[in-house]
């Protein structure tokens, strides 16, 4: 049974920082492909990143391209997300998933999520 547990999320101003990490559990990640999410309130939900566990390879939205960046750590079963330059617009529940293929990360679909950590972006 895979299980993800995010960490990390919380309160900063305008123009801070945040590290978001993800713990993964329950199997072998090799071959899989691990994404954030996000979703504020009255929104669709956006897919923000992603990255190939074997290869490293990377996918970022638009909207976080240049401020956000995605890495692994097979040692510690991690996932974790830099947020440098955090807006307002940022603020959301930020999910981590894994899905059982690394092909195509521009692909929103996945087949495991964590609870969700609440980012918020003040002003």
């Known amino acids: 049974q895979v299980q993800l547990v995010e960490s990390g999320g919380g309160l900063v101003q305008a123009g801070g920082s945040l590290i978001l990490s993800c713990a993964a559990s329950g199997r072998t990640f090799s071959s899989y492909a691990m994404g954030w999410f996000r979703q504020a309130p009255g929104k669709e939900r956006e897919y923000v990143t992603a990255?190939?566990?074997?290869?490293?390879?990377?996918y970022y939205a638009d909207s976080v391209k240049g401020r956000f960046t995605i890495s692994r750590s097979a040692a510690k079963n991690t996932v974790d997300l830099q947020m440098n330059n955090l807006k307002p617009e940022d603020t959301a529940v930020y999910y981590c998933?894994?899905?059982?293929?690394?092909?195509?990360?521009?692909?929103?679909?996945?087949?495991?999520w964590g609870q969700g950590t609440q980012v918020t972006v003040s002003s």
């Open positions: 998933a894994a899905r059982r293929s690394n092909y195509d990360l521009g692909t929103a679909v996945y087949d495991y």
């Open positions: 990255i190939s566990w074997t290869t490293g390879r990377t």
